[in-house]
């Protein structure tokens, strides 16, 4: 079996300010990628899992989460995972760092 | 170390795990599975969700972070469908098979269902998890008409809420009296008498035989062949252990899991606790002896020889407002029994204590149940009553110091937890505590129902003596990061000179590092208060809107809202706010309720530009801060008007823009009383008189309307600033953060706060403090112009097309 993986550079890692998530749209997939203040890298699906849904991009960070800027849902930056008492997942990218540059997987 | 398994995540079983890691915290690696999606939560305070005084967020018993900070590996929404006890694991719904060395059940039980035709319509539920909540105020929402069936404690906490919800009810009951299994008839006629006045209906006597209805429910069909229209049906007419796994894995099961006193099923190795298991051929529907269950259960998972549970004696309260009720023991005389009683049907208070050869052996109190505890010890501890004043309070009244000082140390304070006085005050003294919050997590009383807080709140008074400080002591920690409360938090930050967020989480040992959307916004803003013109504003602890300094739409668009200062504008200003609308391709362009024009639907990245273009500061429709001045035309032009109500809305709205408030604030200023800018609903409003101006505060116009109240008059404009300018400011120091001034006001008390506002100095001493505050305030669309790297970081949109490096 032949698997394709697509490697985009998105970012400078340097140029990342920290607890700030950035939204990038690749074609036609828009990801939120956010710096922690770890200085970790995560990318998400620029798309809140409620239902009326919404951007991840403005939401505050703590930690390894993000609030949704619209309805205040708590998501996990690592797997996605919306915190009770809501449910829900978001999809996850990972990031791949060479030197400088910041790499999405698709 | 060993393996421990729980099946059920709630609120017996927990609390099992939790005496567990206190006997024995590294014995064993425990696993729990809950097919509910949620950490363990507060199921008693399903009612007071329902009834509207509390949500989610705050029912939940032990967040996930507690999970993990004790190494629990929890499964949630995943339900245990087989226990194979040869090869000593569990087997999930999801494939999941997990080893366990011991093993607790802890399903619970399941709301009872009446067999009957039509049970299975949409629009049937049950009481028992949040599920059931949210399916109720769904169905508020969209009908008018309840059913519930069941005239006991579930039943009539379920018709509250559903009247609360603005549902029109009926309470269907098979026997002839409310509750009959806890209150005698005399009390149970007077706890119907408060619910009809509270608007319940009661159908009694009435089996019900048939739910009709196509898909959805349309009614019910009782025996004597009558009728009733509904659009919800709630049962409650009982619960039902869930014993399904263990059953099934051969488990000896009556009616619920059979248990000796130390909570061992027919099976070695594998326990049961809570409303699933069956000891003595009773099943334990209250958490009480849950709990006091789960204690006997840590000491033998711990291979402690501790004491074994011998059964309990229950005792019952009903979680409707209004409704005063304790009840305990037997009910019901038998030739053996006498009656000790009060009725005073005058105030609705009715008292009678049930005894047998000097021993209390029942108890129902109606309208008054101060002496609930003394009783039920009593009852509890069969002490010998002859000689002893049975009901000491008088029909009203609240426990005093005096009853507190004469109150023994073994004496049961909070039923559910059962926790007694002795422990609430050793807790206070050893580990210094000062708050109801405090106590309640270092002893637990307090943490289910809540019916003992009074009690333990007179207590930690008695214990603190003069230290007491009432107010502090009922406040609640700012969030779930932290037991700080704001009064704590604001007095650490100016003790230990705390100067940023970051830091005031470290030193307060915040349990979350980073904090939440609660405390981060909350902290920056008492920084942004305490400092006035030194603090830097963290602009990454501002939620979406003030960190954009725009306001976020549903669909990640924006809206533009400029200044418009006092509602004047020019013919220029509309035609630049015109042009760009056009250009830019603005989906909407409309008058807001504030007087001024709001451009929505804005993209993001066209933000900075278009605030360049338009050349106006932004007028803050997103912020908590002032927000617009509405005013009339007033005497400029109308023929009423006696003061010039633009002239003064435009220096008000130009000084104080900008300025951070615990809240927002808006202002509206008319030149007469027949007030066309609706300044007596405004946080600030001013109304022309002749020779001066009314002032009246904490008006609302928003979610709880509110008519302002007169806080002053005063002759000259001057004296509108400075009374407005010191008014403003002792909101801002003394206002939790998100209460607008009318709940603040409403707390505080308007006398007060004429009363500071009265002393000349006090005033002057707060417009200083506020000037100097608003002296920091830099224009923030304009700084986003000038400042590219607040444009990358805020504002900039990265496309890419991709197909750069593939393999
Ligand atoms: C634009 C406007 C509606 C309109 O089309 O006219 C508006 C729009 C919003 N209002 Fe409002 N309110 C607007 C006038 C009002 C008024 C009328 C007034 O000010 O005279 C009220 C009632 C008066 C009052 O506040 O006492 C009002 C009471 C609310 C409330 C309830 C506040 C309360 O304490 O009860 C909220 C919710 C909140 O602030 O928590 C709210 C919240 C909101 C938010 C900010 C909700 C949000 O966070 O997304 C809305 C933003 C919409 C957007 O997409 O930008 N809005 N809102 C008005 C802007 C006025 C302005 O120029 O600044
Ligand atoms: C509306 C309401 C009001 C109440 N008011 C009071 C009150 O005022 N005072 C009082 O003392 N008590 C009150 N109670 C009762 C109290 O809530 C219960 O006694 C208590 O929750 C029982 O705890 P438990 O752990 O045995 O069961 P539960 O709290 O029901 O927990 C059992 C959990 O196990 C889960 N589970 C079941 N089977 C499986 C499986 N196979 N795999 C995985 N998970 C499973 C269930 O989903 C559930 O989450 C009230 C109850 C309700 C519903
Ligand atoms: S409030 Fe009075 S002055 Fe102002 S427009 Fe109305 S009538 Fe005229
Ligand atoms: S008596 Fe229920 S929480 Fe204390």
Redesign the pocket.
Known sequence: MIETITRIPVAHYANLKERAGYSIKIDDKEIALFKLSSGEVYALENRSPHPKGGVLSEGLVSGRFVYCPVYDWKISLVDGMVQAPDEGQVRTYSVERKEDILFIVL | MKKLVM???????VRAIEEILKVAPDKYTITI????PYPNYN??K??NILQGDTNFEDIIINPLEWYQENQIQLYTGE??VKIDREAKHVISDQGREVDYDELII????NSFILPIPGADKIGVTG??DIKDCEMMIKSSKQYKKAVVIGGGL?GL?AARGLLNLGMKVDVVHLMPHLMERQLDPIASSLLKGELESQGMNFLMEKETVEILGDEHVTGLRFKDGSEVETDLVVMAIGIKA?TA?AKDSGIYVNRGIVVNDFMETSEPHIYAV???AEHREIVY????P?YEQGKVLANRIAGIVGEAYEGSVTGT?L?VAGVDLFSAGEIFEDGTTKSIMIYNEYDGVYKRVLTRNDLIVGIVLYGDTTDSTRLYRLLTKKEDISGVAIFQTACSGESSSDDIASMPDDELVCG?NGVTKGAIVEAIQAQGLTTLDQVSHCTNAGR??GRCKPMVSNILAHTLGDQFDATAAQKTSICGCTTVSREELVAEIKVKGLTSVKEVMNVLDWNNEEGCTKCRPAINYYLGMIYMDEYKDDRDSRLVNEKMHANIQKDGTYSVVPRMYGGVTTAADLKKIAEIAEKYAVPLVKLTGGQRIGLFGVKKEDLPSMWEELDMPSGYAYGKTLRTVKTCVGAQFCRYGTQDSMALGIELEKKFERLDTPHKVKMGVSACPRNCSEAGIKDIGFVGIDGGWEIYVAGNGGVDLRPGDLLCTVKTQEEVMEMTGAYLQYYRETANYLERTSKWVERVGLEHVKEVLANEQTRKDLNERMDLTLKKYIEPWNEAIQNEEIQDKYYAKHTITSGSESK
Do not use: D, H, P, Y
């Open positions: 099946i059920g995540n709630g609120m017996a079983g599975f809950g097919q509910e199921r008693i399903l009612s339900t245990v802890a399903t619970g039980s009481f028992r579930l906490e869930n796994v809570g409303e699933c529907g209250l958490v009480a849950l309260q979680k559910c289910s129902c």
